[in-house]
């Protein structure tokens, strides 16, 4: 349990930037979406 | 025709760096990196060459093919004796997907390089400035700050490319240098991080969106990048051989940097610093000032010559000349107070110091434009990484070039921050691919140390680098449907570039005799008639500041400055004064037009219509005498 601490809380960190990170990119998202013709 | 022009001026580049290294006596043991090393330092010989000749009024076709050439002939110097061949590097089906992908981009950048340039500030001054140039045969000086009095040692190299292959060439041009950029990083990386990892540092940075902004179009950082390059691995196998001939070509590389634009000197701060490490500091850095004054000193004399600040308008107050007309003390500190204050959001204390790269990644200020023009995810999501591996290897830190990379890239940083220059991201694109080599180098020893955390490290990359290969697809659709939609030029500029619809009625129906004031810096490349920037912050021969109440002294103005014409976008502008001077017939209409106004260079939703009027300044009207 103690050994899958690190790779646990480095995940938990990699998802959560990215997360943060990609929530200001919505729009763009969108616009991708509407590209694709699937927003 | 385009396309052998491209080629020649890339093989002069070449060889102009192989002579240079060749007199040096700089022999990279790792071909591919020589050559990236010889093109970089070529690149820069070719712009600080023709500085030279346009100021002796030799911008002509003869002249500019004749300099190619003898860069041509220094191709034979490349392939050095002492040059082993490159290495083999292990390939394996990751290698392949990195290779496809960076294609992938490579590929796009030669879409975005087949239509006419829409880039505002390419327009207005990076393309705009080498085309007044050629047409002048020589060299002019352009008494405007910010994008007019600078260094133009990048510029330079679009006049042989302009005046020899037309446009295409140009924009093929930026394209090719944007790639030699990547690919010296690419051969700068290979000894730290193998292949895969430098396949990956070379996609990050190739899609970058500061990367992807500027790279295919006229703005200089990510051709700044190859200076930087150049120059801080010279440094580094100086600090770790003490071989002064190294520090010779980092004083050259830092020199071009400055010979680009003024944060070069910033620059020259930083890594001179890391020149001061050695135990030869003093020689070192005797030489090495010598050398960046040789390589990047001409444009700031230049300024000098007709301004009396090398630095214009830095440090006008207390250098400048008091009779250029265009630009007064009383101009400087207006200009001083109100462009520059908001081109600084940020206030500059330690702490935003810190946070500033965080800041610009998750909620940038407007004026930064480090949302659609930012440093990508790799950065923040790597940030505990990136300390965790500098605390590994914190004991073996060792003079050489990874340290002088870092070490250049947060002097560079702290610099740019607290001396207040523009806070623009981009601005820092020159050295980000450093940046990028330094933190994927700390991340590759996290790794290496808990192996468990290796499939985690894949992953977040993987992450960061699809998150930037979806905007870089974004960014290159537009491009790639000109290729295939068979839209003429015409069609394409109303459609992508903010209010172009009036160029080609003013283009006809004006001429040279005639003198437009306007407002657009965009559509300066594309206009053939004098003009002037209508900006209450880069002149003061009209007072476009407000403080003119009466409208006969503004008419008074319009004519002493020789202007003719007035384009005025949307509702009359800056002071009541102007509505009074279109009342009372001063100011005739002569056309009106329906344009587009671009919001953004990717997203065609944020574009909307709006209306551009054109009129004639009466040389004599009612109440004027």
Same mark, same amino acid.
């Given at each position: 349990m103690t050994r899958l601490l690190p790779s646990a809380l480095a995940l938990a960190w990699v998802l959560c930037a990215l997360a943060v990170y990609a929530w200001q990119y919505l729009d763009y998202f969108n616009t991708v979406l509407r590209i694709l013709g699937v927003g | 025709m385009a396309l052998a022009v491209l080629l020649a001026q890339a093989a002069a580049c070449v060889g102009f760096g192989a002579i240079l290294l060749k007199a040096l006596r700089i022999d990279c043991a790792d071909r591919l990196n020589h050559f990236c090393l010889a093109f970089a330092a070529g690149f820069g010989v070719l712009g600080w060459g023709l500085f030279f000749l346009g100021i002796a009024g030799f911008f002509q076709p003869m002249a500019l093919g004749l300099v190619l050439a003898v860069g041509v002939t220094g191709l034979p110097l490349l392939k050095s004796p002492q040059s082993t061949a490159t290495p083999p590097l292990k390939w394996n089906t990751i290698s392949w997907v990195l290779l496809a992908l960076l294609a992938l981009v490579l590929a796009l950048d030669v879409f975005e390089a087949l239509p006419p340039p829409t880039d505002a500030d390419s327009l207005a001054y990076h393309f705009a400035a080498p085309r007044q140039f050629i047409q002048a045969g020589r060299i002019e000086f352009i008494l405007r700050p910010l994008d007019g009095a600078i260094p133009y040692l990048v510029q330079m190299t679009y006049v042989p490319v302009l005046a020899l292959g037309g446009e295409q060439a140009m924009t093929l041009w930026t394209m090719l240098s944007g790639w030699m950029a990547i690919m010296t990083l690419f051969a700068l990386a290979r000894p730290y991080l193998g292949a895969n990892g430098s396949l990956a540092v070379a996609l990050l940075t190739a899609s970058l969106p500061i990367t992807i902004y500027a790279a295919g179009t006229g703005q200089i950082e990510i051709r700044m990048a190859l200076f930087a390059m150049v120059s801080c691995w010279a440094v580094g196998q100086a600090l770790s051989a003490g071989t002064l001939r190294h520090i010779v070509l980092a004083g050259i590389g830092a020199g071009f940097y400055a010979g680009a634009k003024y944060l070069g000197l910033l620059f020259v701060a930083g890594l001179g610093l890391t020149v001061?490490?050695?135990? *030869?500091w003093l020689t070192f850095s005797c030489v090495f000032a010598l050398a960046v004054i040789v390589a990047g000193g001409q444009w700031y004399a230049w300024n000098a010559v007709h301004t009396g600040d090398p630095v214009f308008p830095m440090l006008f107050p207390l250098? $400048?000349?008091?009779?250029l007309g265009l630009w007064t003390l009383e101009q400087d500190a207006f200009f001083k107070s109100g462009l520059m204050e908001a081109d600084r959001p940020i206030a500059r204390t330690l702490v935003n110091l810190l946070l500033y790269p965080f800041w610009v990644t998750l909620n940038a200020p407007e004026?930064?434009? $480090?949302? !659609?023009v930012g440093l990508g995810p790799y950065g923040w999501v790597m940030t505990p990484f990136i300390l965790y591996g500098l605390w590994l290897v914190r004991h073996r830190i060792r003079r050489g070039p990874i340290l002088v990379y870092g070490t250049s890239c947060i002097v560079f940083f702290v610099l740019w921050f607290v001396t207040g220059?523009? !806070?623009? #991201?981009?601005?820092l694109l020159p050295m980000a691919p450093l940046l990028i080599l330094c933190m994927a180098v700390l991340v590759r020893q996290v790794g290496l140390r808990h192996p468990a955390l290796r499939p985690i490290l894949y992953f977040a990359l993987g992450a960061c680098l699809t998150f930037q290969l979806a905007i870089t697809g974004l960014f290159g659709v537009k491009y790639v449907r000109y290729a295939f939609a068979g839209q003429s030029d015409q069609q394409y500029l109303e459609a992508n570039l903010t209010v172009y619809a009036p160029v080609p009625w003013i283009n006809a129906n004006l001429g040279a005799d005639d003198k437009l004031f306007i407002g657009e810096r965009q559509l300066f490349y594309y206009l053939t008639v004098p003009y002037l920037f209508m900006s209450p912050h880069t002149q003061?021969? #009209?007072?476009? *500041? $407000? *403080?003119?109440?009466r409208w006969q002294d503004l008419h008074r103005q319009l004519i002493a400055t020789g202007l003719t014409h007035v384009l005025l976008r949307g509702e009359t502008p800056f002071s009541s004064a102007w509505g009074d001077l279109i009342a009372s017939s001063c100011l005739m209409p002569m056309h009106e037009f329906q344009a587009l106004q671009i919001g953004s260079r990717t997203l065609s939703a944020r574009s909307a219509e709006t209306v551009l009027r054109l009129y004639q300044v009466q040389p004599v009207c009612p109440g004027t005498g």
């Open positions: - | 001061l490490l050695h135990r *030869r250098l $400048g000349r008091s009779d004026a930064t434009e $480090g949302r !659609q220059s523009s !806070q623009r #991201v981009r601005h003061s021969a #009209v007072d476009l *500041r $407000g *403080r003119i109440d």
